[in-house]
Nanobody, 124 residues
């Protein structure tokens, strides 16, 4: 069973930066594409960013483009989401997810494994 543990969330002022991490417990991390999703209170879970197995292909939601960067370190079994120029509307629980395929990475339904989430709160 693959386990994902997010960390790095917290409270930050608008305009600030935060990096969240997701550590994945598996010997085959490099076989998994990884995604970040978020869910704000009263809203559906939404796609933020995704990265393919090698790290060479990345996808971003429009809300994340130019501000967020997804990356991965296959030697450390970890995926990161660097968030800059944060806005109050970025406030949400951020989840990482893993899946063996490489298509439709914006679709939460394709992911096999999920972390429990980390809270990111951006104050105005």
């Amino acid at each position: 069973q693959v386990q994902l543990v997010e960390s790095g969330g917290g409270l930050v002022q608008a305009g600030g930066s935060l990096r969240v991490s997701c550590a994945v417990s598996t010997r085959t991390f490099s076989l998994y594409a990884m995604g970040w999703f978020r869910q704000a209170p009263g809203k559906e879970r939404e796609f933020v960013a995704a990265i393919n197995q090698s790290g060479g292909v990345r996808y971003y939601a429009d809300a994340a483009k130019g501000r967020f960067t997804i990356s991965r370190d296959n030697a450390k079994n970890t995926v990161y989401l660097q968030m800059n120029s944060l806005k109050p509307e970025d406030t949400a629980v951020y989840y990482c997810a893993a899946e063996r395929g490489q298509y439709r990475l914006q679709d939460p339904g394709v992911y096999d494994f999920w972390g429990q989430g980390t809270q990111v709160t951006v104050s105005s």
